[in-house]
């Protein structure tokens, strides 16, 4: 089966400036989540859909990061203004449902670097 | 916030020998998972154990889970050069009424040739 598809790969944007990231998960699954990576440290999450609905976005800064899953399949992550603390490597995942029996399928990630 | 603490940090082997990784964690959990993660890459699932399992095998990897005390270890047998990576654990804890993991800092394994 296809895995999880991210884009782009990499991005270099000066402070200030909005960044956009797309992931399109694993055909069926309900769930998807975007975790944030900073170098050195474990993925954190951001935000858990739930077919199109939010499940959790506790973590996610709401002054500055805004997502969205239209019609419950691709999704996309916004950054408006960046600043240099938002470097990171942003992944997305997906899982069949929101109670998880295999694990969670990550895409190969969007390395950010705001300079 | 971060419940998983994985030790060591960093671990430095040769190819052959056995490494040993051990994750800590605070809270009640459903499940707890292991992830690969290479450099640049994205994480890639390793194992999946219950909280009503105590061991769990899958090819050269071992994990065991204690809920008494709140831990979990995994081991990989005859390591190779291509296990170098970083290995993180992920707890799904129970208070949530759905699947979220939280990760640990993960323990960067080296393995030379």
């Known amino acids: 089966e296809a895995g999880v598809a991210q884009s782009p790969r990499y991005k270099i944007i000066e402070k200030r400036q909005s960044v956009a990231f797309w992931c399109n998960p694993i055909s069926g699954h309900a769930t998807l989540y975007w975790y944030q990576q900073i170098l050195g440290q474990g993925p954190k999450l951001l935000i858990q859909?739930?077919?199109?609905?939010?499940?959790?976005d506790s973590q996610l800064p709401k002054d500055r990061f805004s997502a969205e899953r239209l019609k419950g399949v691709d999704s996309t992550l916004k950054i408006q203004p960046a600043k240099l603390e938002d470097s990171a490597v942003y992944l997305c995942a997906s899982s069949e449902g929101q109670y998880v029996r295999h694990g969670y399928t990550f895409g190969s990630g969007t390395r950010l670097t705001v300079v | 916030s971060q419940q998983g603490e994985e030790d060591p940090q960093a671990l430095s082997i040769q190819e052959g020998e056995n490494a040993t990784m051990n994750c800590s964690y605070k809270?009640?959990?459903?499940?707890l998972q292991w992830y690969r993660q290479n450099s640049g890459r994205g994480l890639v699932h390793l194992i999946l154990?219950?909280?009503?399992?105590r061991e769990k095998h899958s090819g050269r990897l071992r994990v065991t889970l204690d809920t008494s005390k709140k831990s979990s270890s995994l081991l990989i047998t005859a390591s190779r050069a291509a296990d170098t990576a970083s290995y993180f654990c992920?707890?799904?804890?129970?208070?949530?009424?759905?699947?979220?993991?939280?990760f640990g800092k993960g323990t960067m394994l080296l393995v030379s040739p």
């Open positions: 154990i219950r909280s009503n399992e």
């Open positions: 992920a707890t799904d804890p129970i208070e949530s009424g759905y699947s979220t993991l939280t």
């Open positions: 859909f739930q077919n199109n609905g939010v499940v959790d």
């Open positions: 809270t009640s959990i459903n499940n």
